[in-house]
């Protein structure tokens, strides 16, 4: 990243015109292949009377970059925001809107998966879930892989036929609303689940036997579950950080069913050696990493282009002895 006059402030506008599936995917990528032992991350979470806020903070070596994605809720209303410093000197060189980072990170996160296992085959795409999640998730995968045909099922017949409609107009994909999710099951050759399900898991082992490639980015806490446990068993397993073992409902009623953690392996591990032999799971809850080289390429962007505004820095520098 190249130095800046001040800090560049990027709105939810500019982020919307410099997010393509492009920049997510090469970000996306970016991420998971950085040296674990140069990737340092925390984060903490604080729970008021009227609202809450999620602090999540990492430092990026390989890249000199450091940071922090934050979001605090007020009754139905989130906003989400992440500054980039340059890790080496401090120095602040931005602040970006993080409304839309975090779908376009998790879908672009899986979609790089998926490119990596379909090797320039053609797919056909089954999606649970018709919300933004699923919007960013059919996106990303239309551009990394060669997607052929899809189809949608969400409870409401209203929002499934929305979905199709929209999708199919936006991405020139014949996008099919299914009236059942087994159909959607039946036919698809990567499924792409992205749902608000939480305390009761819908899939199982049986369910998903015969799907190739599934994967699951809606389970992100312990208390979430899409996939029941029995759904692991006899699947290559692949996750976007190993903290999803732990945090992830799905990955804590698979191990009560007996999986064995030690066997997931690493997206970076599946992007060098990828997993085609049998049925693979990808499985995601996001990392702060992601966040931060998303928000850093997005910022090169801006850069580029002269998008957003820049201001002077407002940081005081103490020199400690």
């Keep these: ?62 890249l000199d970059l450091s940071g922090y994605k934050e979001f605090h809720r007020v009754g139905q209303r989130v906003y989400y925001h992440i500054h980039l410093f340059r890790e080496s000197t401090g120095e602040a060189l931005g602040i970006v809107d993080g409304r839309r980072i975090t ?16 090797a320039g085959r053609e797919v056909g795409v089954g999606v649970i879930g018709s919300g933004e999640e699923a919007r960013e998730g059919l996106r990303a995968l239309r551009g990394a892989v060669n997607v052929t045909r899809s189809w949608v099922y969400s409870p409401t017949p209203a929002n499934r036929k929305a979905f199709a409609e929209s999708m199919t107009r936006e991405l020139d994909l014949q996008v099919t609303a299914t009236d059942s999710q087994d159909e959607a099951l039946g036919r698809s050759d990567v499924l792409y689940v992205a749902t608000s399900s939480h305390h009761t898991p819908f899939l199982a082992g049986a369910d998903v036997a015969g799907i190739p490639l599934l994967a699951a980015i809606g389970s992100t806490q312990p208390v979430h579950r899409e996939l029941h446990g029995d759904a692991f068993e006899g ?87």
Aim: proline share 2%; with cysteine; glycine share 8%.
């Design 235 to 321: 699947a290559a397993v692949v996750v976007d950080t190993l903290d999803a073992i732990k945090e992830s409902g799905d990955f804590i009623d698979a191990v009560a069913c007996g999986w064995d953690p030690a066997s997931a392996r690493t997206l970076a591990e599946h992007l060098r050696q990828p997993d085609r032999a049998g049925r693979v799971i990808f499985k995601s809850i996001g990392s702060v990493e992601q966040d931060l080289v998303l928000a850093a390429h997005l910022l090169a962007a801006a850069e580029e282009r002269d998008l957003g505004e820049l201001v002077e820095p407002i940081g005081s520098l103490r020199v400690m002895r």
């Design 1 to 62: 990243m190249t130095a800046v006059a001040g800090v560049r402030l990027i709105d939810g506008d500019v982020v919307d015109t410099l997010a393509t599936v492009e920049v997510g995917l090469a970000a996306a990528e970016s991420a998971a292949l950085l040296s674990r032992d140069q990737v340092a991350t925390g984060r903490v979470q604080v729970n008021g009377a009227r609202s809450w806020m999620r602090v999540l903070a990492g430092c990026l070596s390989e």
């Design 103 to 118: 779908s376009l990170r998790t879908s672009a996160t899986a979609a790089v998966a998926v490119r990596a296992w379909a």
